[in-house]
């Protein structure tokens, strides 16, 4: 919202001009300075500036604040409501936030990448998952989504929206208590703790570990799939879920996949997991991606044109990651090609030409797909390739066959010989069996559907 009408603010004053203001000289004196600062909850925050204007702040409000309103509304098809503020006294707000905000980083030192729901681009793809995050940032006594369970591939916000309601609710609602945590700092506490124990002879150590994550008024963990199928930290996890989720207490869970996906999970927390809001977020349009680099150059001295960010965000489409990559490589390169000259077209498209391969097709390799499907079952690749032959290894090796035969030429000999079979009749077995069972079982269809978005991705 502030981005558009930033980008529009000439046609929006100039409007203003021609349908409210007549006088050019009240023109220049009052609309004119005033500048767009951000968007707030609703509320856009304009600037009044003193040293040009003087005292006029209530002036300006009572004459302008209406058709200034109408004149947004016009030229952007948005309805918002304007706050008037002195310049100087949005200069000492933000020296009490960036104050506040680094007290904050010491206590909390993942804020200290700087996500919020202030800079969060918001688009078809991801409003839903934003406005649930919203709804539990501004409620987090955990009466309104519980769990909240965001899945989206890599890249495409979920940590973002899960710093941002950390940051929210720690400044917002400060009695609380706010952990976030990533699944794999949260395995490595378990490990710690199971091996301090061992060594010393005293559950201490595992006790402290339940004291930090369960004495909480909100947990958030981070890429809960890779917790999935560790046994001790898999029972240390649910039994802290377990403890919080019975006293009401909010809990924030990111994935890759949603909880029907999770092959290992026990049925039981499948239903707890869906029992709040599961959301899932879609890869950037467009126009997302657009906004997304132009959010990104106001934060940055050098200007790209609008046709090398449209460039961008036509081949970039996997996520907001990768879009942001190509932005940084191309002001990498041009600083070193062309210090003292203009960023054109074909430096941006020399400088991405191994990022970026426009007229070549994907090629999907029996490794990638190996390698795909092991990550997906938290699997080692090396396990897919074995001889073993326990269920929840059998069906991601007879997956593999199936998604070769269907994604790329080889035969079924050279499949077998891929994932280390004795024969290609190992293959037409797999490969038929897991024919058969999609037609039937739903969950295996779409097991095998985000699978496929991620090898095309």
């Known amino acids: 919202m502030e981005n558009q009408i930033k980008d529009k603010w000439n046609e929006i004053i100039t409007y ?4 409210y203001v007549n006088n050019d000289i009240l023109f220049r004196t009052w609309i004119e300075p005033l500048e767009v600062v951000s968007y707030e909850n609703g509320d856009l925050i304009i600037s009044v500036n003193e040293e040009k204007q003087g005292d006029s702040l209530n002036l300006i409000e009572k004459k302008y604040k209406i058709p200034l309103q109408i004149a947004i509304e016009i030229k952007t ?6 706050v008037f503020k002195y310049k100087s006294q949005l200069n ?67 940590t973002h929206l899960m710093h941002s309601i950390a940051r929210y609710i720690i400044q917002n609602h400060p009695d609380y208590i706010v952990t976030y945590t990533t699944s794999e700092d949260f395995t490595n506490s378990v490990v710690e703790a199971l091996r301090t124990n061992k060594q010393k002879g005293d559950p201490t150590a595992t006790s402290n570990l339940r004291k930090k994550y ?14 999935i199928g560790k046994d001790s930290t898999q029972i240390e996890f649910f039994n802290t879920f377990e403890a919080l989720y019975q006293s009401g207490k909010q809990l924030v869970i990111s994935s890759d996949r949603p909880p029907s996906q999770m092959e290992q999970l026990d049925m039981r927390y499948r239903s707890r997991f869906n ?31 609008d046709n090398i960010l449209e460039y961008i965000a036509t081949n970039i489409k996997s996520n907001i990651r990768d879009l942001e990559g190509a932005y940084n490589k191309i002001l990498l390169y041009a600083r070193f090609k062309n210090p003292n000259g203009q960023i054109t077209l074909p430096i941006a498209e020399d400088a991405l030409k191994d990022f970026i391969s426009p007229n070549e097709e994907l090629i999907i390799t029996a490794d990638y797909i190996i390698e795909v499907v092991a990550e997906h079952f938290n699997l080692d690749k090396d396990t897919i390739l074995s001889t073993k032959k326990t269920k929840d290894i059998v ?22 010989a891929k994932l280390k079979r004795n024969n290609h009749t190992t293959v037409i077995h797999g490969v038929n069996k897991i024919k058969e069972a999609i037609h039937v079982d739903k969950e295996l269809d779409n097991t095998i559907q985000v699978i496929k978005k991620k090898l095309n991705s």
């Open 275 to 305: 029992s709040g809001m599961t959301i899932d977020i879609q890869p950037p349009d467009f126009e997302t991606s657009m906004a997304i680099l132009k959010n990104k150059q106001e934060q940055s001295d050098i200007k790209l044109e």
């Open 214 to 227: 369960r004495n909480v008024d909100v947990l958030l963990i981070d890429d809960i799939q890779f917790i």
């Open 16 to 19: 203003l001009r021609e349908e």
């Open 92 to 158: 000492n707000e933000r020296v009490s936030s960036y104050i506040n905000t680094e007290n904050l980083e010491e206590k909390y030192p993942f804020l200290s990448n700087g996500h919020s729901f202030e800079n969060f681009v918001v688009s078809g793809s991801n409003n839903i998952a934003y406005a649930a995050s919203v709804a539990v940032a501004e409620n987090p006594d955990g009466q309104v989504y519980n769990p909240l369970f965001i899945y989206s591939g890599p890249g495409l916000g979920k």
């Open 77 to 82: 098809q948005e309805q918002v409501n304007i």
């Open 395 to 416: 069906l991601p090796r007879q997956i593999c066959m199936f998604l070769c035969s269907e994604m790329t030429n080889l035969t079924q000999s050279e499949i077998a």
